[in-house]
């Protein structure tokens, strides 16, 4: 998914009421929070500060995206929501009431009734198919029982053995063969299954695999939201999504007349001068120091906040790599980083509460945290990192850096994403770090690393050593299975490609527990085994920044999955 480095002066020609950009909402110098005043209509730009999607069907690696959940976040439908304070809730608009949860049979049931007056966009009701539908679509990655491979997680999906209708559709039933105990995760979105249904497994998948290509928008155009986005409102080229209210949409109608979507890439200047001249209404970017002091000196007229949630930044190793696929080099390569100094030279510049992150499934502020990391990894150890390399059978040449007598020169390329500063920072601080352990470390910013398998240096198809990234996490730990199963049981999204019989049980065994206490345990388990794989490397919790302009009311960070629009219908520009 390509980043765009844009200019400060905002493009979004082509696109019919989307010219204006000046008329986000931005105060004059006499105004302040603007907190209280009448709603006006209106438009809000919002900059999107991560690449642009490349595809907006969110079950697939193409669409695990910030900014494909930014735009389909609140134009197709969800059972339960996140909301700024993590809590869980379940979304009164879709249904009527709040679903139960039934283990008294021995086996867990949950049922959903709709909301009568839930509709698709093309009138068509939301009804039990479309929960059966999203069901049939993510339950498997094995062809050969109906799934597709290229679904990136079966979580609960799986788990689950019928999906049935009752009182014309508007009463769901959900029995599950095992138990699943984050079922409040799934159906976060749910899709049309009037539109996309098909009885062929084998061309659902088809389907599922190509899935909606941002310039083809949504299929049908179709939403369940308040917003809604048509294919005539996506510019490609100029990167903008604009949404509009859903005029079928039951509930509280949008306050804004348009919400747009800009791709401003990750360029301070860019984020600021926007924020400056009212050009950008919202913004979301990676903090950076710079960008932090920056949008702090435009108060009052823009307001900002710092925020720790749900996301990480780590390595991940392809240990399919020449030279990663021993385990001692992946510690060794562990061994040789100082993490307290990369997080003090990046995210600690701008936030005391910065700190190193010695787990994977949850992060420093969260209560079930548990700091499993052994200790030899808490430390910067240039000298036991060089042992392990030399027991890999490496030798040291006179440049100081390793070579194999078959794998060649120990030289490891980090992959990240294009036109990010702080993680450029981070790669660059890692470099001499590895350098005096003896491992030759490059800088790659990749703009293909989240595409498909069809782009040789993604994730997805493994063309990578190393990869720096977050992940975007959701109060519910089951959402890491996917992460670190096993891939004999689908890639998902173990883009390391390593696993073990013992990681994958004590997973299912997570996922499956009804004691939160006890899927926590197991959780810290799973993050202990981990360490001792080191296919993956934690590195700090991620700090999320917003920033809008002072008269744009409702705005609250969400660092959830969910991401900053989860409230967007409630945006309104003060009088």
Request: aromatic content about 8%; charged content about 20%; hydrophobic content about 40%.
């Amino acid at each position: 998914m390509k980043l765009s480095k844009r200019s400060a002066v905002l493009i979004a020609t082509g696109l019919t009421g989307a010219m204006a950009l000046t008329a986000c909402g931005g105060g004059d110098d006499s105004e302040s929070s603007g907190g209280g005043g009448e709603a006006s209509g209106g438009r809000v730009v919002y900059g999107e500060a991560t690449d642009f999607p490349e595809n907006l069907f969110p079950f697939i690696a193409a669409g695990n995206a910030t900014s494909t959940q930014t735009v389909i976040g609140r134009v197709l439908p969800s059972a339960f929501n996140v909301d700024a304070d993590l809590n869980v809730t379940w979304d009164e608009n879709v249904l009527a009431e709040e679903p139960t949860l039934d283990q008294s049979t021995g086996q867990q049931v949950n049922v959903y009734k709709i909301n009568p007056a839930a509709v698709w966009s093309d009138d068509t009701p939301i009804s039990a198919d479309d929960f059966e539908f999203t069901w049939e679509a993510n339950r498997s990655a094995d062809p050969a029982d109906g799934g597709c491979e290229s679904v990136l997680s079966t979580n609960g999906y799986a788990n689950i053995a019928s999906v049935e209708g009752s009182d014309d559709g508007k009463t769901v039933t959900v029995t599950y063969e095992e138990p699943y105990a984050d079922w409040q995760s799934l159906f976060s979105t749910f899709l049309p299954a009037h539109l996309m249904a098909n009885e062929d497994a084998a061309a659902r998948c088809e389907t599922t695999t190509a899935g909606w290509a941002i310039a083809d928008g949504i299929v049908g155009d179709i939403s369940a939201g308040p917003w809604q986005v048509k294919k005539e409102s996506i510019d490609v080229g100029n990167q903008v999504v604009v949404l509009t209210p859903n005029p079928k949409w039951w509930g509280e109608a949008p306050a804004l007349d348009q919400l747009v979507i800009q791709n401003i890439g990750n360029d301070p200047t860019t984020a600021v001068q926007g924020l400056q001249n009212q050009e950008l209404g919202v913004i979301y970017p990676q903090p950076q120091l710079d960008l932090v002091d920056q949008v702090e000196g435009l108060e009052p007229n823009v307001t900002s906040a710092i925020t720790f949630g749900l996301s990480f930044e780590h390595l991940d190793f392809n240990t399919s790599d020449v030279h990663l696929s021993d385990a001692n080099v992946r510690k060794a390569f562990a061994m040789a980083l100082d993490r307290e100094e990369i997080v003090a030279q990046t995210v600690g510049q701008f936030s005391d509460d910065a700190q190193v992150l010695d787990n994977r499934l949850y992060v420093n502020n969260q209560p079930e945290y548990a700091d499993n990391a052994p200790e030899e990894f808490k430390t910067k150890s240039t000298d036991q990192a060089k042992q392990l390399i030399e027991q890999a059978g490496y030798t040291l040449g006179t440049d100081g850096v390793y070579t194999h007598p078959t794998k060649g020169r120990l030289s490891i390329k980090i992959d990240t994403t294009v036109n990010n500063p702080l993680r450029q920072t981070t790669i660059e601080v890692m470099i001499p770090q590895l350098k005096e352990a003896g491992i030759e470390a490059s800088f790659n910013a990749n703009p293909d690393i989240f595409a498909g398998a069809d782009k040789p240096t993604s994730l997805e198809a493994g063309g990578f050593q190393a990869a720096l990234f977050a992940w975007v996490s959701t109060p519910f730990v089951s959402s890491n299975q996917s992460i670190y199963y096993s891939p004999a049981n689908g890639l998902g999204q173990n883009y390391s490609r390593a696993g073990t019989p013992e990681i994958d049980e004590l997973l299912s065994q997570m996922v499956s527990d009804p004691d939160p206490a006890g899927a926590a345990a197991k959780a810290n388990q799973v993050d202990t085994a981990l360490w001792d794989q080191l296919a993956t490397l934690p590195l700090y919790q991620k700090p999320t920044f917003i920033a809008h302009q002072a008269n744009i009311e409702n705005v609250q960070d969400n660092s959830s999955q969910a991401g900053p629009l989860w409230n967007s219908e409630s945006w309104a520009l003060a009088q």
